[in-house]
């Protein structure tokens, strides 16, 4: 039974957005009005949809936090012998968001017109990645859905926590450093020029620092509107530039061979790999098709080219380890454990186990980064305020010493 969105009216006037389900928009209608609502708009948001331009009225996809939410709630249902076109429903009613709402009516929608859930959720590419829908489909093939959407629940959660580790480590410093910025404008813009004028009636040369505080100063309170907009502009510029693959490709090579912040990349895509390629593996996926699949939660493009490299090794004859192990960016303890799963047949669990080991490891990385990091900012701001308060105090220091 497909879903549709409606906007309808109520007694006072007051539009109200829904989703219903029924056979044809006709039935829909008829439900508003027994609702006592006058319907005005009535879409299908399931009937017609295409991996290329989204599904129905749905675009673009949902929050890592959402989905790590409806899949946790799909699996506790499966999990308690619920069929899935029933705890599809369950989670649309559940969920407070028309967006969501719509989503999972439309997939319970496809379920119930015979296709599998993997394939309903291939219809919607952008809300639901690929491992989602490979894992499914070997779930469904194995008899073993609800434990695969357990899985799926686990490594969606794990990620969005991961995610959010790494999102503190970088926003608190890119905020201190854009409040010590705005310090040290404020200062420059405001604060200054009102001391300069005080020494401009003394009639006397100024110290070196002081006048340059003055000239920087002068430079910001000109020119520091068109500045800003510059910034603007090259920021957007920059982001431009970087969705040509061949410039991010050169980009992303170089940022690997900083030293702190390569340790922070590889660790961060060494593990996302790692747990992909576990839940893929223990969820019966070929290993040639999960090493595809992993490949695309790599965000540096350098490493995303060499584990495709390392999936077409492997294809031909290679070990996994071993082929990861040419490509020189994945971490030598990981790679030992790859290599014991795959003596002992053990695979997917030494996955888990090098995830496991990789997230505590960048975990690690992430606590000394931001010990060295933030001292550092502070002390550069502590600097730069100094450096102000010198310039202001030195020529009143020069004046006590001629009244002396």
């Not at 926003?171 to 004028?197: D, E, S």
């Not at 110290?207 to 500045?227: C, D, H």
């Not at 454990?337 to 030494?350: D, F, N, T, V, W």
């Amino acid at each position: 039974m497909p879903a549709f969105e409606y906007v309808a009216l109520d007694n006072k006037g007051s539009e109200k957005k829904g989703v219903l389900e029924g056979d044809n928009p006709r039935q829909i209608r008829q439900q508003l009005r027994d609702l006592k609502l006058t319907p005005v708009e009535v879409n299908e948001g399931s009937a017609k949809t295409s991996k290329s331009k989204g599904s129905g009225r749905i675009r673009g996809g949902i929050s890592s936090n959402d989905l790590a939410l409806i899949t946790r709630q799909i699996a506790t249902l499966a999990s308690s012998g619920t069929p899935i076109e029933e705890a599809l429903g369950a989670v649309a009613k559940q969920s407070e968001k028309q967006k969501i709402k719509s989503l999972m009516l439309s997939v319970r929608s496809r379920v119930l017109e015979g296709k599998t859930l993997a394939s309903a959720l291939g219809d919607y590419p952008k809300v639901f990645p690929e491992i989602f829908q490979a894992t499914v489909a070997a779930g469904e093939q194995s008899g073993h859905l609800d434990s695969v959407l357990e899985r799926l629940a686990d490594y969606t959660e794990d990620k969005e926590s991961t995610k959010a580790i790494i999102s503190k480590a970088l926003y608190y410093p890119i905020g201190l450093v854009c409040i010590a910025f705005g310090i040290v404008t404020f200062l420059l813009a405001y604060v200054v020029p009102k001391v300069v004028q005080v020494f401009d009636s003394m009639g006397q040369e100024l110290p070196l620092l002081t006048r340059i505080m003055i000239a920087l100063s002068e430079f910001i309170q000109n020119w520091g509107l068109l500045l800003f907009i510059g910034f603007v502009a090259l920021f957007i510029l920059w982001r431009r530039i970087l969705s040509n693959e061949s410039v991010k490709f050169r980009v992303h090579a170089f940022m690997l061979k900083v030293p702190l912040l390569a340790k922070i990349i590889r660790g961060s895509n060494a593990s996302q790999f790692a747990r992909t390629l576990s839940i893929l593996a223990a969820s019966g996926v070929p290993v040639l098709d999960a090493l595809g699949i992993a490949s695309l939660v790599l965000t540096n493009r350098p490493m995303r080219q060499a584990v495709k490299n390392a999936a077409t090794q492997v294809r031909e004859g290679g070990g996994l380890s071993r082929s990861l192990e040419r490509t020189g960016f994945f971490p030598t303890m990981m790679l030992h454990l790859i290599a014991s799963g795959e003596a002992s047949g053990r695979l997917e669990i030494m996955l888990e186990k090098a995830a496991t080991h990789q997230e505590r490891e960048l975990n690690s990385i992430l606590a000394v980064f931001l010990a060295l990091l933030e001292p550092m900012i502070i002390l550069i701001m502590a600097g730069m305020v100094m450096l102000i308060v010198l310039a202001i105090l030195l020529p009143i220091f020069e004046l006590n010493q001629l009244v002396a």
